[in-house]
């Protein structure tokens, strides 16, 4: 039988500063390959609708799977699923991801009868499952753990139970080039560990994996990097090293195969200062950009997101960072609630720091606890809004204005770093992309003001609406925030047993929680 994978089509932020490779699909590819499948993948990032219906009718696949892990993406791939159903009326169209999980009932409800199954949770532990029921006993497919159809639901997903086990089929996606991260031109990208042991309000990773975190061996670390020939390299961790052990053991690893790459890492502000020779000794094997979720400037900030650190521990954080000769990235959330004199106080901060600041709108996604406890009305259910450069609540400021000092303050970040007064930092870097015939970087220069334009964010919510989302539930029956948080997982919290966290670890992320103990 043929499977065909789909990604979807780029999102506002990932038309200029990156563009990465689809790597949680190309493991649920290679996992198909792996069950006897004739398998290919096509990424709408680099290639088009056509290219799509090209291929679905020149090659008419049994299976169709997109994925979806953006809510923002939700009508493009409703829109396609109704065309590949209309070209392959006998093929089974389903979609996963992380966004799909958290509304699978809606997509099924949109799509009018032409999705036929949406896969909740890992994609790699549910596929073999949902392929064998396809094959074997089509119409009973809702049975089959983490399955949501028309008929019914097939209870709680199953996880991968070692992250050993997965690779990516890589090969399968053309265009390899066409992925960069910044600078970083070409980048791939890799998974050291997956999930998080935190509980942020504005998160859904740790309600999509149920609290739980599992690492991958430095051996297969190694294997998978020897298969990688791109320079730049970015790690997908939700938090990178969170245990010192395992960074270390991964990182000399890789030190005695000799491989020196690039590297691009997320992680938090207590880890990196819990943990600081671990990345030290990064930044000797080729670390050059660390992105630190510090998400605001002021106390009042961090306990509204939840963050689980004091406000000077991350600028302890900073200032450690700083010293590492490194590119730091921060992430800072706007509120709606901003009015002129704030953004005009985080743009002077931005100015003043020498990091690079990235700004999100304040958005409450499906699968976080604020979509619960958010007390502000939606202003708009309109899904393609939802991308965190959107204001989907009520704005303090009219909204043109709003607007207006959002891509203002956007704009000073971009300049600061990005303008040409400072590629004289990056020329060599620049100069060496381009003889590598690597453009991707250079081109999306040229692309801040026409696609970050308040005129254009405000067309936005005039289209019209052809899909709008359920509004969130507010249950009164979640009397305590444990209880509302459990509401929300996809897969069920296992507890300490779903953490492969020494008990030194363990202790920390707990007590940065406020928590001794969670079940």
């Known amino acids: 039988m043929k499977f065909l994978a789909v990604h979807p089509s780029p999102l506002m932020y990932t038309k200029v500063f990156l563009r990465l490779e689809p790597l949680g699909l190309e493991q649920v590819a290679e996992t198909a390959r792996r069950q006897g499948y004739d398998t290919r993948l096509i990424d709408l990032q680099v290639e088009s609708h056509q290219d799509l219906f090209r291929l679905l009718d020149d090659w008419q696949p049994d299976i169709v799977g997109f994925s979806l892990n953006y809510l923002a993406n939700v009508p493009e791939v409703i829109d396609l699923v109704k065309a590949v159903k209309g070209r392959l009326p006998k093929g089974f169209v389903f979609i996963g991801g992380h966004s799909a999980s958290f509304t699978a009932e809606e997509l099924l409800e949109h799509s009018e009868g032409s999705l036929d199954a949406i896969l909740k949770g890992e994609g790699e532990s549910g596929l073999p499952l949902l392929f064998q029921a396809i094959k074997e006993d089509r119409e009973n497919v809702h049975c089959v753990p983490g399955v949501v159809t028309m008929k019914g639901e097939g209870g709680q997903p199953t996880f991968i139970p070692d992250l050993d086990n997965l690779a990516p089929a890589r090969d399968l996606v053309r265009h390899r080039n066409k992925y960069f991260l910044g600078t970083l031109d070409p980048c791939a990208s890799i998974e050291f560990s997956r999930g998080c042991p935190w509980d942020c309000s504005f998160c859904s990773a740790w309600t999509f994996y149920g609290r739980s975190y599992r690492v991958m061996s430095p051996d297969k670390v190694v294997e998978e990097m020897e298969k990688i020939r791109e320079p730049g390299i970015f790690i997908v961790d939700d938090v990178a090293f969170i245990q010192e052990k395992m960074g270390f053991e991964i990182g000399e690893a890789l030190a005695r195969k000799g491989i020196k790459k690039e590297y691009y890492l997320e992680t938090r502000g207590d880890v990196l200062l819990r ?4 990345f030290k000794f990064w930044k000797e094997l080729g670390m050059s950009y660390m992105f630190l979720g510090i998400e605001s400037i002021d106390e009042e900030g961090l306990e509204k997101y939840r963050k689980r650190i004091d406000l000077s521990r991350n600028f302890e954080a900073l200032e450690f960072a700083r010293t590492l000769g490194i590119n730091v990235a921060i992430n800072i959330i706007a509120d709606t609630d901003w009015d002129h004199e704030r953004f005009r106080v985080v743009r002077e901060w931005c100015k003043e720091v020498p990091e690079i600041v990235n700004i999100s709108v304040n958005t409450p996604y499906p699968g976080t606890e604020s979509w619960l406890t958010e007390s502000r009305n939606l202003t ?83 289209m019209p609406v052809k899909y709008q989302m359920k509004p969130p539930v507010k249950d009164t029956k979640f009397s305590s925030a444990k209880a509302l948080s459990k509401s929300l997982y996809v897969h069920e919290p296992l507890g300490r047993t779903s953490r492969q966290l020494d008990d030194d670890t363990e202790k920390f992320v707990d007590e940065s929680r406020g928590a001794l103990s969670e079940s």
Do not use: C, S
Not at 275 to 278: I, L
Not at 430 to 450: I, P, W, Y
């Open 275 to 278: 943990n600081k020779d671990v």
């Open 380 to 462: 708009t259910r309109d899904y393609r809004l939802f991308d965190i450069q959107h204001a989907v609540l009520p704005t303090r400021l009219p909204i043109e204005e709003f607007y207006a000092e959002l891509v203002e303050t956007q704009r000073v970040m971009f300049t600061k770093h990005m303008g040409w007064a400072a590629m004289r930092d990056v020329t060599k870097v620049l100069v060496g992309n381009l003889m590598r015939g690597q453009t991707n970087f250079a081109k999306n220069l040229f692309k801040f003001d026409k696609v970050f334009n308040p005129e254009l964010q405000l067309a936005d919510h005039q």
